[in-house]
């Protein structure tokens, strides 16, 4: 009873173990809860820089693609010399839409997805 009229009074002299305990135990579930929101916050950090990378080099490609010229019997196009794009593999698709006309698809993966980018756009016989 005395204790209960101390801790009433004012006049405890220091924190019980219960209430240190349940202290750090609060501590520990705010720390784990912002931890993982940090660790979200940075994979989604990586998702968006990947795909940022992908599509700068979709729009290159299209670009150098397009500044080729036109190819009737257009399957392929040689090696792109790439600087900092590695680990990105691209596709590129050709497709005759009419005459004079031609469909080009350029695809952009990462190693961890075969598909991130894809870019559609057209070159005409000029």
């Not at 173990?17 to 940075?42: P, T």
């Not at 729009?59 to 019997?73: N, Q």
Request: no cysteine.
């Amino acid at each position: 009873m005395k204790r209960i009229r101390r801790l009433l009074n004012g006049s405890s002299r220091g924190f019980t173990l219960v209430e240190v305990v349940i202290a750090i135990a609060l501590i520990a579930i705010i720390g784990v809860g912002f931890l993982g929101g940090l660790s979200n916050a940075m994979w989604s950090l990586h998702i968006a820089d990947v795909r940022t990378t992908a599509e700068s080099l979709a729009r290159s490609e299209m670009e150098y693609l397009k500044s080729m010229g036109y190819d009737a019997d257009a399957e392929d196009y040689g090696p792109v010399e790439r600087t900092g794009y590695e680990g990105y593999p691209v596709q590129v698709s050709f497709r005759d839409i009419d005459d004079g006309l031609q469909e080009i698809t350029v695809v952009v993966g990462h190693h961890e997805r075969a598909e991130i980018v894809t870019l559609a756009g057209y070159r005409a016989d000029r």
